[in-house]
């Protein structure tokens, strides 16, 4: 089975903290990403990696930063944490070519206080 | 830009038939899809369809795809409790997929 972990299943952290969301992927895909959900908006690009040491902004890059130096793992990074960063987070990924289908971990919850 | 809507709730009864519709904007979308999410979870693939077709059927569920109008549609026969969740409808390729807001259905008993 494909497996797509993330780190944490909820995390509170403080205004203007730094914040890391890890996810690691087991299935040797290229690309990886990571989306914020919120009601009502769906789910939103945050970044995307189609290969290791690269990175493209998503929707919504600001006050984020990523970080792809294994195939496997792909790390979010929050560089001063504010409110309106709550979020749920979901980390994905897929492989490279032919395959459409993108696996999902299970979320990081994070609010910020 | 690339922009996929949808309702945002639909409340049906055990063993009727629910239908998901989705409108989307980018007529170049190689693949169009729909995902489950279930209480606490991430996203499920559920079924997906090429562009160049119009119709898949897998099991209780019929995803139908009218280009002309960029409208997706997925049909759930004999609906049953469990499928209680949100569905999400995206459009894309497989290096990058677009969300819609998700369709929370509820399943009475």
């Known amino acids: 089975d494909v497996k797509v972990t993330q780190s944490s299943r909820y995390l509170v952290k403080r205004t203007g903290e730094k914040v890391f969301l890890e996810c690691v992927q087991d299935?040797?895909?290229?690309?990886m990403f990571w989306y914020r959900q919120d009601p009502g908006l769906g789910l939103r690009l945050i970044y995307f990696s189609y290969d290791v040491k690269m990175k493209e902004k998503g929707d919504i890059p600001e006050g984020y930063s990523v970080s792809r130096e294994k195939k496997e793992r792909f790390s979010l990074i929050l560089e001063s944490a504010s409110t309106n960063q709550t979020s749920m987070y979901l980390c994905?990924?897929?492989?490279?070519?032919?395959?459409?289908?993108?696996?999902f971990g299970q979320g990081t919850r994070l609010t910020v206080v | 830009g690339e922009d996929v809507e949808q309702s945002l709730f639909l409340s049906v009864r055990e063993g009727d038939s629910s239908v998901i519709n989705c409108t989307y904007t980018d007529s170049s979308s190689t693949y169009l899809y729909w995902y489950k999410q279930e209480p606490g979870a991430g996203l499920q693939l559920l079924t997906y369809i090429f562009s160049n077709m119009d119709m898949k059927q897998d099991q209780r569920l019929t995803v139908l795809l009218n280009k002309k109008d960029k409208h997706l549609s997925l049909r759930i026969a004999d609906t049953q409790t469990g499928d209680s969740a949100i569905y999400f409808c995206?459009?894309?390729?497989?290096?990058?997929?677009?969300f819609g807001s998700g369709t929370r259905l509820l399943v009475r008993p």
């Open positions: 299935m040797d895909h290229e690309n």
């Open positions: 994905a990924s897929s492989m490279g070519q032919g395959g459409p289908e993108a696996f």
């Open positions: 995206a459009e894309g390729s497989s290096y990058k997929l677009i």
